[in-house]
């Protein structure tokens, strides 16, 4: 499948941060969600700016190429890259970000697929999108 027929075909929108997504579970609980889980999927040319949130989230991959998440527990670095894939001699498909770690990622090819599992549960709220032209500098 293209890029264009997985967002058709999981009704994926378009995402604040860059990219495509949409949430897929819930876990209501009394107050703040226990947890939430969304599709993300990153087209070629495509970036998920430099954010953050105030709670853990772990990237899973599941299609398409392989992707850079980049994280950095300051604002001034050093970010350190990550690749998520099931090559497991290259990178691995799973990564945790805690709580308040500044992320980014971008696909290597066409396009990426992955979700993303927050716990507590995601709010908008406790999301800040890094100002445009920000960047970490790396390791």
Same mark, same amino acid.
Request: hydrophobic content about 35%; glycine content about 10%.
């Given at each position: ?13 378009p995402h ?31 970036r ?17 190429? $392989? ?5 950095? %527990?300051?604002? +001034? !670095?050093?970010? #350190?890259?990550?690749?998520? /894939?099931p ?10 970000? $805690? ?5 980014? %990622?971008?696909? +290597? !090819?066409?396009? #990426?697929?992955?979700?993303? /599992? ?18 970490i500098?790396?390791?």
């Amino acid at each position: 499948m293209t890029a264009e027929q997985i967002i058709r075909h999981l009704e994926l929108e378009p995402h604040p941060e860059g990219g495509w997504y949409r949430q897929t579970w819930i876990a209501d609980t009394p107050g703040r969600a226990s947890g939430t889980c969304i599709y993300f999927l990153l087209k070629s040319g495509e970036r998920s700016h430099w954010h953050r949130v105030d709670a853990t989230e772990i990237w899973l991959w599941h299609a398409g190429a $392989p992707l850079v998440l980049s994280m950095s %527990a300051t604002d +001034t !670095g050093p970010a #350190t890259d990550h690749l998520l /894939t099931p090559d497991l001699d290259a990178g691995a498909p799973q990564q945790i970000v $805690p709580p308040g770690w500044w992320q980014a %990622a971008r696909s +290597t !090819g066409e396009y #990426t697929l992955v979700s993303c /599992t927050v716990s507590p549960g995601f709010r908008f709220e406790g999301f800040e999108l890094a100002r445009p032209g920000f960047d970490i500098p790396r390791a």
